[in-house]
């Protein structure tokens, strides 16, 4: 008798410090956001100029994949990267996609060719696969052909 009440008081204090533990960990993630905000995020000086900080990948545009059926895809090979950096990536140019021309202008998808040179900001998750894949949240054009 005396085994079963220890054995069930261990059960119960383990019980309320599974609780405890679980429970603290569960409210330290739900309160984090998913994705940070557009408005967090120091990739523009203003929305009507081009973004300021360094792109996530800078290189020439190696080919560019046109589809009815999907957004514009390119993939952008970085002239000469730094250790760790990505050297290459698909990137997926969405609606939201902002596109800056040479001459500092807001563009759109239809102003990127194959053999430009581009600065490309990455905008949510980027698939580790090689090349990386990632949607695009800016796009400046730096040398066109």
Not at 62 to 87: F, H, K, N, W
Request: a negative charge.
């Amino acid at each position: 008798m005396r085994h079963t009440i220890g054995a069930l008081a261990a059960v119960a204090v383990f019980a309320v410090l599974g609780a405890a533990v679980v429970g603290g960990c569960g409210g330290a993630t739900a309160a984090q956001p998913a994705s940070p905000s557009p408005s967090a995020s120091p990739l523009t000086a203003s929305p009507s100029a081009p973004p300021v900080a360094p792109g996530d990948i800078t290189g020439v545009v190696r080919d560019l994949r046109l589809s009815t059926m999907g957004p514009p895809v390119l993939l952008v090979v970085a002239d000469s990267p730094a250790a760790g950096q990505v050297d290459r990536a698909w990137v997926t140019v969405t609606p939201a996609t902002e596109v800056w021309t040479v001459t500092g202008r807001r563009g759109d998808a239809s102003d990127l060719k194959e053999g430009e040179s581009v600065a490309v900001w990455f905008d949510g998750p980027v698939a580790e696969s090689y090349p990386v894949q990632a949607k695009a949240g800016a796009i400046r054009i730096l040398l066109s052909d």
